[in-house]
């Protein structure tokens, strides 16, 4: 077998109906020698038989991994086996459109690290959603204007995360006490220790849980997520993925069980960690401000009748160049310090009538 160029890693759990669609477009590369490492954290469905079917028949180069569940132990394990230089991690749901995109982004990568006489950059690949047509419309397509961007928060592991393996050694490891964001974590180390690269072309990822959980609640659950790991308040990340298992996965996501989390856990802290949670909060939201300029140019967008356009434009420069600006000091951010905490308890007041976790 040819020496690989590229190694790339896929976290897999009870992904046998994703996992063989993007093994065939990984089998359907053309220039490039690649391994693939299928990283399984102890699947019950027939997720590693899939694997194995491609390798032993000698569709792919590479192997299946079996080990401790954790994505983030589980990227590890796998960026641990790689012997390539180069390494790619992907998601199981992800698709790759163009035979030739790999062969096309590693060149870029290369070439890159070259102008730049360093190996600290990282690629990732515009994020395109494949989604019934109920659900296409500005939601989906303000997340993938949002990805293109490459701002603090915007990078996340359903873009493919492709660096030299030297550089990972450097910024890495993935997160292992995490059990989710630990690809958000490793890109913002990417950003403050290198520099991040848009690669050609795209990656195709399923919208199956805004299909099923509903489109506004994930969002404001994902916001959640994000500000926490931004504030470094990470109780609550360590704890959410609970309260997500015990909801029927069929059905829309109820965001009630993970406020009264957010409470009990901040009940649990002294009064000073307390307000400093809120004010960090409060700071955080009031940063990501840009993020409503952003919504209303892919609003814009759509109404106009042009929806291949949606990204930043007017209202995004207005939101950058004065309101940024004009809320960045102790008042703004007391200001929105306040907006969330009567947000946080007018959801709960919405809610009193259901029964809390565990009742």
Known sequence: MPVPELSIIVPTLNEATSLPLLLKDLAGQIGIACEVIVSDGESEDSTRDIAD????GGRLQGKVLNGRRGRGCQLNRGAGQAAADWLLFLHADSRLPEKSQLRTALDFMRAETERAASDSLAGRFTLRFAAE???QGVGLAYYEAKARLGRPGCIHGDQGLMLAKSFFRRVGPFREDLPVMEDTSLAERIRAAGHWCLLPGEIITSA??????GLMARQTLNALMMNFLAIGWLDFIVK????YQEQDRARPLQLLPFLRLIRELMQQLPLRQRLAVWTDTGGYVRSQVWQLGLALDCRQAFRSGSPATCGPGYWSSVFDRRIDP???HAFGRGLATLLVWVWFHWQLCRGWW???RGN
């Open 326 to 328: 004009f809320t960045d």
């Open 133 to 135: 047509t109920s659900l």
């Open 53 to 56: 079917a491609f390798f032993v």
């Open 354 to 356: 259901i029964p809390a």
């Open 240 to 243: 959410a993925p609970d309260v």
């Open 208 to 213: 199956r849980r805004f299909a099923t959980e």
